[in-house]
């Protein structure tokens, strides 16, 4: 048997080839061709695999990224000095599975984690039916199992949708089919929803078969990924991260499934509530598991209760850094860091990281969030992170029902006097699945035709009597140029090596045309007595200004004063040295 399993491309294609055209606001990739894409490690879909070829080792299964293939042709047009002007989606469909041909699936199965995935997956499906018209087209993550009825109203090419998670699922279907069962499995079984059953009389409530003891799935098998390569240096796409590109890296979720009930949160319709966790042991054989089969030294915890035992963790942090190994953990839950926490963090070499606070205002956190945790343990988790010289980014979301205009000002009020380096500020998604998703469609807080592809956190699809979609998403972006660039916390304390460091990666890893990046960068040089970047980035921004009327308006609303004429002085070569 032959299983293609495919993940597409994080964003619509469309958005990502014509990215070009706004460069003042899109986040472009290195030739400036489309829109930077992420290519981070398929953990479900390597999951699902692994699972799969424990129990059916003769099974060929190959993993294709559509993200990773679409780099490559940017790489390729590039050099060729060719645009995407004539380049369809069905091309880079052709294109894509020319990578894999003569390999007959007799099952493709389609990863659907992201509201985005929504606008290419009928085109995707149709392509797929027409070139390999024997195979079974299913497909399954969180936007298959909360939209189910949608996708067959909407007449997608799909076969079957497995819901929550795919690894038990996939194993009896591909059971079925070696036993010629088929059809009867996908009728009779409560793990699949297939088009009869949408639409069935009787109404038909899909059940969520999980795996209850993790360490029953084997480490990754990489070599099922087409370009296992893509993916060692993963975090180079993260802002929270200062990834080593000279180390190779791999995700690891040492947990499934979360306790509280945040609003916004859609990933118990996947996972459930109950928190299961892979054994201390098992972690331990798995990162020398990788170092031994891939020289892997880099190990990314990419869930958000990695910290949810304390000694566990501990204990695996100690073991990575005894081998002289690097840790990360992008997203750790900040009500669960202490001093201990904090100092076994920087014992393992974490430098970075993303405490997802989510709001300044403790109503808003509490009341119409649900998150737990509270802003006074938010502060004291930052401060063992600094205690430990280690940079706390935090997430801030607005939109939300419930919320006004005024207890959003007042969270940003309370933002500006507290510690953390940086703030990505976002809108508030209902991403179908949540509570908040309820809330909106009940209440009809959803915009009128809202596009659901459009659905992320920059896209504000809601609407209320306290405030318009377009208030938050200018807002947002407000509250952004406020907290990390005029009131930029480490420049208020004379950190302006830190400051710098991250106005630099703006404009080297995010957007090259960020006016207030290079302006404020400009204002650290100054005070670094770093003279000739303080002209390259003075000139910068005015160049910036200059051409956008974006970024002038803003320089304008936020009152920049024009950056002083530097006289001639010595770079000091510590200052230098520090950069």
Avoid at 555 to 570: C, P, R, S, T
């Amino acid at each position: 048997m032959n299983i293609l399993f495919i993940f597409p491309l994080n964003e619509p294609y469309n958005n990502i080839i014509n990215a070009n055209k706004t460069a003042w606001k899109s986040k472009l990739n290195i030739h400036k061709n489309i829109k930077k894409l992420d290519c981070a490690y398929p953990t479900g879909l390597l999951s699902i695999s692994t699972y799969i070829k424990k129990h059916h080792p003769d099974i060929n299964i190959k993993i294709l990224d559509c993200n990773a293939v679409m780099n490559q042709v940017a790489q390729r047009k590039n050099e060729r000095f060719e645009n995407f002007e004539k380049y369809r989606f069905a091309d880079f469909l052709k294109e894509a599975l020319s990578l894999i041909d003569g390999f007959i699936p007799d099952i493709i199965g389609i990863s659907t984690l992201f509201c985005s995935n929504y606008q290419d997956l009928k085109p995707l499906t149709s392509f797929l039916k027409k070139r390999y018209q024997e195979s079974l087209t299913v497909c399954g993550g969180h936007l298959a199992s909360s939209c189910y009825d949608r996708i067959y109203e909407d007449d997608f090419k799909i076969d079957a949708i497995a819901f929550g998670e795919g690894e038990i699922p996939f194993l009896e279907l591909v059971k079925a089919i070696l036993s010629s069962r088929k059809e009867e499995y996908l009728s009779q079984s409560p793990y699949w929803i297939t088009k009869e059953k949408s639409k069935s009389e009787i109404e038909f409530i899909p059940q969520n078969k999980v795996i209850v003891d993790l360490d029953e799935i084997p480490p990754f098998d990489l070599s099922m990924l087409l370009f296992p390569e893509a993916y060692f240096n993963s975090t180079r796409y993260f802002f929270v991260i200062d990834s080593q590109e000279d180390q190779k890296e791999i995700f690891i979720f040492s947990t499934r499934g979360c306790p509280f009930h945040c609003v916004f949160c859609a990933s118990q319709a996947v996972h459930g509530h109950k928190i299961r966790t892979y054994s201390i042991d098992r972690i331990k054989n798995d990162i020398l598991y990788y170092y031994e089969k891939y020289n892997i030294t880099r190990f990314v915890f990419y869930d958000d209760h990695f910290l949810i035992n304390k000694d566990k963790a501990i204990e695996i942090l100690d073991f990575i850094s005894e081998k002289n190994f690097i840790a990360e953990i992008p997203t750790p839950a900040f009500f669960s860091i202490d001093a201990d926490i904090a100092a076994a963090m920087k014992r393992a070499g974490i430098k970075e990281v993303n405490i997802t606070i989510e709001s300044g205002n403790e109503n808003t956190l509490k009341k119409i969030m649900h998150k737990p945790g509270n802003l006074k343990k938010a502060e004291e988790a930052v401060d063992f992170l600094h205690q430990e010289g280690i940079i706390a980014v935090s997430n801030i979301l607005i939109g939300l029902p419930g919320e006004t205009k005024e207890s959003i000002d007042k969270g940003l009020e309370y933002l500006l006097t507290t510690s953390s380096n940086w703030f990505q500020c976002f809108v508030a998604a209902p991403l179908p699945g949540s509570e908040l998703y309820k809330i909106c469609e009940k209440n009809g807080y959803l915009v009128t035709n809202y596009d659901l592809s459009t659905m992320d956190y920059k896209k504000c699809l809601v609407r209320t009597k306290d405030f318009t979609s377009e208030y938050i998403e200018k807002k947002v972006y407000e509250m952004n140029l406020t907290l990390n660039f005029v009131h930029n916390y480490d420049i208020r304390k004379g950190n302006y090596t830190i400051a710098l460091k991250l106005f630099e990666r703006i404009v080297n890893s995010v957007i090259d045309t960020h006016a207030f990046a290079y302006y404020f960068a400009a204002k650290c040089c100054r005070m670094l007595h770093c003279n000739e970047k303080y002209k390259i980035y003075k000139a910068k921004y005015q160049e910036m200004i200059e051409k956008y009327p974006f970024w002038r308006e803003y320089a304008n609303q936020f009152h920049l004063e024009e950056l002083d004429a530097l006289k001639e002085e010595n770079t000091h070569p510590y200052q230098t040295a520090l950069l």
